[in-house]
């Protein structure tokens, strides 16, 4: 007896679904009647697609059900294999990639791959072969079928397709043998399955109904064969015109209908269906989408639907987050909402930041990879220090994570990670495992040294504290990573890593009361969990696999084992949540196929969603797939793509009962305009301008409008502008509440600073000028009548008080990056030091006939530079490469010098009556920073102004030269000077530049030379360029002492600069500098102090203040000194 087949062809919305639900209700109940449940069978898509059908078959007429055997197709043939008396095993997708990864590395160690050989151990090629493995079984194209294809074929790629046919032989067989099937291979098992008369748990069946499909695989079309003949009543729908318009919108249907006519056994009957004539937007887009323009009548309404185009994919979440709260608020149950993307994924993480801001509960539908999470990162990272060999950047990665804390005594509750990256900074060592470890160990030991020479000093024992500190951090993690430098099985390292990862204390972040616990951290736990059970899963798998091969696992280093790591889990995903009931969903398009769904929004229907351009096929080209199809291979052609894009943009459009809203991004992230997808121009186009206009809500306005008010933070924008507009009552609401109050308070003090900031003439408390008593005192008690400020830090803070405040009050300072690089200051240092040396020698040595002597000038500098720079300092070769380098410049430099101190000695022999005498080196005044020179006469600080603006200042003169002009002495002030750049005569004129004038001052009033001593000139001596400059000089071409005016000049500004200067600073007057011939901030610390912002207001608010005008400032309040 022949069964009852029926093709149901009909478009979106016909009742196809319903007229199928009707007649599997009645075949339950005459099994229900009959007592024989179980002999219907109905097969879906989709596992969302089965969900809700077996919701809409219960209704008043069958409030129960017994055995519906709803299933999709996978779950069909998973439950056939299961009841074989010998069960095959299904392949994990992890377990696929191993098996393929290791066919393909012993083909590559067997040289069997050569077309592929520069790209076969990468991930990608995995992926490529994988996918190519997928198609090619889900179209029961075997092996042998594929090569003989080929062979057939006269082309240039034979060596490719051998090699692919090889792997994919390889891959079959080790299926076959290992009695595994893969997500394909299932179809074919359970095709054989049934063909050997093995049903399982299924008998006849009186009804199999098959509903949502558009085409079947050529294993589904087999078995439908097979079902056919084991059914009374076979019920198939597929998506069709009954006149045909739209050929190429149902190109799929209308073939598959063809094949099952021609395969089924006995007459196939068409029951056409064409649903309500009502003129619905629903009913318009069913028939007329994608039909011929010329012959689409615009409908007049579209009541049922909404186009939006919105500012950017954030701003679309937002506007979409409004409609589902509107929906929520009117009644509408969270289960009938439905947002849609093409692809989730292309909108990150901001779903959920702004469905859960906006209070919405949502299911997010699409499973997300374990190589997106920082738990699962944080983990590869602890693998990064040691593939790295211990880069600066990797350490600090492990160390400077929250997932880093183990309980180590040397971790010392994370202070010690300050205290290594600190040294390393200083060490300049920026990789390497020995020579950071050996860096470390001799900075340690010499910070010892230090403290035995120099006992009772704190800031030495604080250096000793803080390398040890970094050394013994440093040695524990190195003993800790010390597994990961050996070769291990997988199994063993993975084992390895977990422990490692606990060591580190990586549980710690949600191993905590909880109370303290938020949703992050059980998010970690979750994932981590789950993680863990994959790595031990593949671990099992990976033993199988190796069994089969007959061999014992090899061990593998470090990377073999990250790279396979990765190779296995990059397509693994996990999904955070479970249970749908209560939520809104929010879905991939291709998700919606066959659902009824009452309130759908479809976002980013940009022309980039609708259609997608088809990725070019890296293995077979347009032209080659279509040779290969005319020799027998029925593989999918991309021309076909379009209709297939067109097919699933119907489906998912027309998935709507009572609601459709889209919405696309009409500016991108960068602020380019976007267009929408040409899908939905032409679905626009079906309904007049005037029924479906598309609203333009492009707002970049942060202010939120009352009816788009979703989250505490619109809450919080919108109650301050109503505060701003005199309506306080939103904004006391948010002070009523506990979790709000705090918050308030805040926009209430950062309401005040902004007033003060940008209303308030002069600068304020919120720029520099500490106004409360407590921080005026702590600054008083800073900087003391005692306290002996340095010439660096009074030009810095005339460079800038700001910067001086964060650098000398606050101790905040831009840290050195630990690359090596030319250290400008260490050059400066060497220079000093190599001169203060030379000349000490010469003077010892008797020879100050030889001191503007080139030849043994240069000489002396070579042999000192060769003491005082020697290869030993270097940890590292790259270290002795540029110390190389550096000493090669300052060998130059040597010459340079001589030959610099030659010409100066000659021209003021000419000058003087004898050539200069050196009478001062280095010339401490005050407490320096540097150890005291016992040889070297220590002269008490300089002292200026008098009673409270009394201001002490310290210093250190590089060098004073002493002459005479027919028996009137003088002397020169010298600066030694390593770089390039010199004040100019006047900025040390106007005080801008102190240094030299309060060397001058400081020289005579502590009697550094004799009394009766005149200056000659202040002067910069520039080493690697002209020698001894003057800027003072009044003439170009005649050497005249310094004129009595400068000197007066100088006196007066310093006398009066410094004591301003640093009542200015007790009184915490540090406002930003933004005077440009003043200012000299450094760029690291525009963004602490807001730079631009202060400078937009310097003249409408007068924000600006001249600080070498001190006899016009009150310093005695700091509110008139701003």
Not at 205 to 229: K, M, N, W
Not at 1023 to 1028: K, S
């Amino acid at each position: 007896m022949q069964p009852d087949i029926q093709i149901l062809i009909g478009t979106a919305g016909s009742g196809k679904t319903g007229y199928l639900l009707n007649q599997y209700r009645d075949a339950l109940q005459s099994g229900l009647t009959e007592q024989s449940p179980g002999t219907t069978l109905w097969i879906s898509p989709t596992i969302r697609s089965r969900r809700q059908v077996l919701n809409q078959l219960l209704c008043e007429q069958m409030t129960v059900c017994f055995a519906p055997n709803v299933y999709t197709f996978e779950a069909f043939a998973e439950t056939i294999l299961k009841s074989l008396d010998e069960p095959i095993q299904t392949l994990p997708e992890i377990s696929k990639r191993y098996l393929l990864r290791s066919i393909v590395d012993d083909l590559i160690v067997t040289q069997q791959v050569q077309y592929f050989y520069s790209i076969a151990g990468t991930s990608g090629f995995l992926d490529l072969i994988s996918s190519f493995i997928s198609e090619l079984k889900r179209e029961e194209i075997w092996p042998d079928q594929f090569s003989e294809a080929f062979g057939k074929l006269h082309s240039d790629s034979n060596q490719k397709d051998r090699e692919l046919a090889l792997i994919y032989q390889r891959y079959q067989t080790a299926l076959h043998e290992l009695r595994r099937y893969d997500s394909e291979g299932r179809f074919w098992s359970a095709r054989t399955a049934l063909q050997e008369g093995k049903w399982g748990p299924f008998d006849r069946f009186r009804l199999i109904v098959l509903d949502g499909f558009a085409d079947f695989t050529h294993t589904q079309y087999e078995i439908l064969e097979l079902l056919a003949t084991r059914t009374d009543k076979l019920l198939i729908s597929l998506p069709q015109e009954i006149e045909l318009r739209r050929s190429d919108l149902f190109a799929k249907s209308v073939v598959a209908k063809q094949v099952l006519e021609t395969r089924l056994p006995g007459t196939v009957k068409t029951v056409c269906f064409e649903g309500d004539s009502t003129q619905t937007s629903h009913w318009q887009i069913s028939q007329a989408l994608f039909d011929n323009p010329r012959e689409i009548k615009p409908l007049v309404t579209a009541d049922q639907m909404k186009v939006l185009a919105v500012a950017g994919q954030r701003n679309e979440l937002e506007v979409l987050a409004t409609e589902v709260k509107r929906l929520l608020l009117q009644g509408v149950l969270p289960e009938e909402i439905v947002v849609a993307f093409r692809s989730t994924l292309e909108y990150g993480d901001l779903i959920e930041e702004t469905f859960t801001a906006a209070g919405i509960p949502y299911f997010l539908g699409v499973e997300q990879d374990f190589s997106r999470f920082s738990v699962v990162r944080a983990l590869f990272a602890f693998l990064q220090i040691e593939i790295e060999n211990w880069s600066f950047e990797s350490i600090m990665s492990i160390l400077d994570s929250n997932y880093f804390s183990p309980d180590w005594p040397e971790y010392q509750e994370g202070r010690a990670v300050r205290s290594l990256s600190r040294v390393l900074r200083q060490l300049k060592i920026d990789s390497g495992r020995i020579d950071v470890l050996n860096a470390l160990e001799k900075a340690s030991g010499t910070a010892v040294e230090l403290v035995n020479q120099y006992p009772e000093q704190p800031k030495w024992e604080a250096h000793q504290e803080e390398t040890q500190a970094a050394y013994q951090l440093a040695k524990r993690l190195s003993e800790a990573t010390q597994r990961l430098r050996g070769k291990e099985l997988f199994v063993d390292w993975i084992d390895i890593v977990i422990s490692l990862a606990n060591e580190f204390g990586l549980s710690k972040v949600w191993n905590k009361d909880q109370a303290e616990k938020d949703l992050l951290d059980e998010r970690d736990q979750f994932v981590w969990d789950r993680f863990q059970k994959l790595l031990f899963h593949a671990v099992a798998q990976i033993e199988q696999i190796e069994q089969f091969h007959q061999r014992d696992a090899f061990p593998l280093d470090l990377v073999a084992f990250r790279g396979l790591l990765l190779d296995l889990i990059e397509q693994q995903t996990i999904s955070l949540q479970t249970d749908e009931s209560g939520r809104v969903s929010v879905l991939d398009a291709a998700q919606l196929r066959n659902l009824s769904i009452p309130y759908l929004m479809i976002g980013g229907l940009s022309e980039a969603s609708f259609p997608r351009s088809h990725r070019e096929d890296c293995l077979y080209s347009e032209k080659e797939r279509g040779e290969l199809k005319q020799c027998g291979l029925s593989l999918k052609l991309h021309a076909n793509q379009q209709q297939e894009e067109m097919l699933l943009f119907y489906e998912v459009i027309t998935r709507f009962s009572k609601q459709l809203i889209l919405s696309y991004p009409a500016i991108s992230s960068t602020g380019q305009p976007l267009f929408p997808s040409p899908y939905l121009t032409t679905l626009v186009d079906l309904f007049q301008p005037s029924a479906l206009p598309i609203q333009n809500v492009s707002e970049l306005n942060p202010l939120p409008r009352k009816e788009q008010t979703l989250s505490k933070r619109d809450l919080r924008v919108l109650a301050t502008h109503q505060l701003k507009q005199d309506q306080p009552g939103l904004f006391l609401n948010l002070l009523d509440k506990p979790d709000l109050k705090c918050v308030a308070k805040n926009i209430l003090a950062a309401s005040e600073m902004a007033i003060h900031r940008f209303e308030t003439e002069g600068f304020t408390e919120y720029e520099g000028i500490l106004v409360s008593p407590q921080n005026r005192r702590a600054i008083r008690e800073r900087f003391p009548r005692e306290y002996e400020f340095s010439t660096t830090q009074l030009e810095l803070y005339l460079s800038c008080p700001y910067q001086f405040f964060t650098q000398s009050v606050l101790g905040i300072d831009v840290s050195e990056p630990p690359e090596l690089r030319t250290n400008y200051l260490q050059r400066g240092i060497h220079v000093h030091g190599i001169l203060t040396k030379l000349y000490e020698l010469l003077l010892e040595q008797g020879e100050s006939e030889q001191l503007y002597a080139a030849d043994r000038i240069e000489a002396l500098f070579l042999e000192l530079l060769n003491q005082r720079v020697s290869d030993s300092f270097a940890e590292t070769k790259l270290q002795q490469v540029l110390l190389t380098i550096e000493k090669q410049i300052l060998e130059d430099w040597a010459s340079l010098f001589a030959e610099q101190s030659e010409s100066y000695g000659s021209q003021f022999d000419e000058l003087w009556d004898a050539p200069p005498a050196i009478v001062g080196r280095e010339v401490p005044f005050g407490k320096v920073p540097a150890e005291p020179d016992p040889t070297q006469r220590h002269y008490q600080h300089l002292t200026l102004g008098g009673g409270e603006e009394e201001t002490r200042v310290r210093g250190q003169i590089d060098r004073i030269d002493l002459g005479s002009i027919a028996g009137q002495k003088y002397f020169n002030i010298i600066d030694y000077k390593t770089g390039r750049a010199l004040p100019s005569a006047t900025e040390i004129r106007s005080g801008k530049k102190l240094q030299l004038a309060l060397y001058l001052i400081a020289a005579k009033r502590l009697e550094m030379i004799d009394v009766d001593a005149e200056p000659f000139h202040l002067g910069y001596w520039k080493v690697q360029e002209t020698g001894f400059v003057m800027p003072l000089r009044s003439r170009k071409k005649m050497v005249e002492p310094i004129s009595g005016e400068d000197l007066e000049l100088l006196e007066m500004t310093i006398e009066g600069l410094v004591p301003h200067l640093a009542q200015l600073i007790r009184n915490g007057i540090f406002p930003v500098q933004v005077d440009e011939k003043m200012a000299h901030l450094d760029p690291a610390f525009y963004s602490v102090c807001r730079f631009s912002q202060v400078e937009s207001y310097q003249d409408s608010l007068g924000k600006q203040i001249d600080l070498l005008q001190y006899s016009q400032i009150d310093q005695a309040n700091p509110e008139e000194c701003s």
